[in-house]
């Protein structure tokens, strides 16, 4: 089937939005607080965080076109899998980390922040060091990349909705093999205090420079859902400070008050311009 020519596509996925939503009649809602307000509007997800032709490509090839959100969408198929898999075995398997070490820079390289970081990249001297950063897993020499095409169309293309597309591509793909090297602790909401979310919902901490997204030191936090809370780490680090990283690898962990308190403060944070709330909540200061 061939894809409209204007296409509503969601920065945060629609399956994942539903986790921490509710429905109303037929629609899907969900209950979310704007940066800086005092009071919980409900969204439409359908709508909501959505914008036309974001993440396309403009290329003679159709296939090329949708290719971002293409694999966008692969990895949203796979979202509730993931969830099912740590609900009935109380870890994840080897499967289910694959994906969500997909998920993670996937939802990262569809945020705004990112998007604004590498559009300024992109922008200025750092372009051509940075391209050859993120396309370089595959090969073997720098000089290995510098013959390929796709690579020298990159560096001298100008600034574009587009390049910057293709860049996120190769940006989410070069993440998830460095996040190969990192630690999986799974975080447990308490009863009745559920995690929120928010329109930027992966949380980096301990990051060097501007342009240096993981180091060996970096932590990532990501509301899976309402429920779970993923913790990531990389056992290589000498740095020790932060307790969550003594605890086991693909193992339940449930936070207690303190702890909760600390995370969803860090969830907060880290948005952009919306929070997200689990299920229909309303609140409003007057």
């Not at 990051?207 to 859902?225: H, M, Q, T, W």
Request: proline share 2%; aromatic share 12%.
């Amino acid at each position: 089937m061939k894809n409209p020519v204007n296409q509503k596509q969601h920065k945060l996925p629609q399956v994942y939005m539903r986790e921490f939503g509710y429905k109303f009649n037929t629609q899907w809602k969900v209950s979310v607080m704007k940066v800086g307000e005092k009071f919980v509007r409900q969204k439409s997800i359908e709508g909501f965080l959505s914008e036309t032709n974001i993440f396309k490509i403009k290329n003679s090839y159709e296939s090329l076109e949708n290719i971002f959100e293409g694999l966008n969408g692969m990895i949203e198929n796979e979202y509730l899998n993931l969830i099912n898999d740590l609900e009935s075995q109380k870890k994840f398997s080897e499967k289910s980390c694959f994906l969500l070490l997909q998920i993670i820079p996937n939802l990262l390289c569809r945020t705004d922040s990112i998007r604004d970081l590498v559009k300024e990249i992109l922008n200025s001297d750092s372009k051509i060091n940075f391209i050859k950063m993120i396309c370089i897993d595959n090969y073997a020499k720098i000089e290995d990349l510098e013959s390929q095409n796709y690579f020298n169309v990159m560096i001298n293309q100008t600034l574009s909705e587009g390049l910057i597309n293709k860049t996120l591509i190769f940006l989410s793909r070069h993440l998830q093999l460095r996040l190969m090297n990192y630690e999986i602790v799974i975080l447990k909401s308490q009863d009745e205090k559920t995690w929120f979310t928010t329109d930027n919902p992966i949380i980096f901490e301990n990051r060097i420079g501007k342009f240096d997204i993981l180091n060996v030191d970096s932590e990532i936090y990501f509301p899976l859902n309402p429920k779970f809370l993923i913790y990531l780490h990389n056992k290589k680090s000498v740095d020790k400070l932060n307790k969550f990283r003594s605890l086991e690898t693909n193992k339940i962990y449930e936070v207690n008050n303190d702890e909760n308190v600390e995370l969803q403060q860090k969830i907060v944070s880290n948005a952009i311009e919306y929070v997200i709330f689990d299920g229909e909540f309303k609140y409003k200061i007057e």
